[in-house]
């Protein structure tokens, strides 16, 4: 009797594991906090307020997305808050979700939501990737981002920022 069961449960888990999957970017608002229906490691959703603070490895790693942004887009927005992250738990070491605020201050605008995908990786010392940083809104199709390479080497290949440029730019606070 147990055998017939299990064999059932085992075919239709396999027929379920044979369907399309739903596409999952990580930044859902919702997610189950136990393994999904698809077997996959379940993802936490947190979110940040006054009264429940963002982790500060977190708040870390959205000022490193939004760095990759303002590097990639020649861009200087000012990091403002977490408004929240997902992560797949239980693993140490994960991959973060987080969607966060921050605001140009050229333009006086109001702040903009960007979401930013970084993910750690340990082997024999830390490493973090930051796969996504992008603005919510913008074009997907920019995601695939081509830098043109300067022709090797460059004449000027150690070239050394002047103090302007180091204070225009907040690179050396990360």
């Known amino acids: 009797m147990a055998t017939r069961e299990m064999q059932r449960e085992m075919a239709t888990r396999d027929k379920l594991f044979k369907l399309a999957r739903p596409k999952f ?3 859902a608002d919702r997610q189950s906090s136990h393994e999904s229906f698809w077997g996959d490691p379940a993802m936490a959703v947190e979110i940040c307020s006054d009264r429940r603070p963002c982790r500060a490895l977190v708040t870390l790693y959205a000022e490193i997305g939004l760095h990759r942004y ?3 887009h020649r861009t200087n927005f000012k990091f403002l808050r977490v408004e929240k992250y997902n992560y797949f738990i239980p693993l140490p070491i994960t991959t973060y979700f987080i969607t966060f ?3 140009d201050p050229a333009a006086s605008s109001h702040p903009q939501t960007f ?3 970084v ?3 340990v082997k024999t010392t830390f490493a973090l990737s930051v796969y996504i940083a992008r603005r919510l809104g913008d074009d997907l199709e920019e995601q695939t981002y081509q830098l043109a390479l300067p022709k090797w080497p460059p004449e000027n290949q150690f070239y050394m920022p002047d ?3 180091l204070q225009r730019y907040d690179l050396q606070l990360l």
Request: charged share 20%; net charge negative.
């Open 25 to 27: 970017d990580g930044f």
């Open 70 to 72: 303002n590097l990639l």
């Open 101 to 103: 605020l921050a605001i």
């Open 115 to 117: 979401q930013t995908k």
């Open 119 to 121: 993910g750690e990786y």
């Open 163 to 165: 103090a302007s440029e």
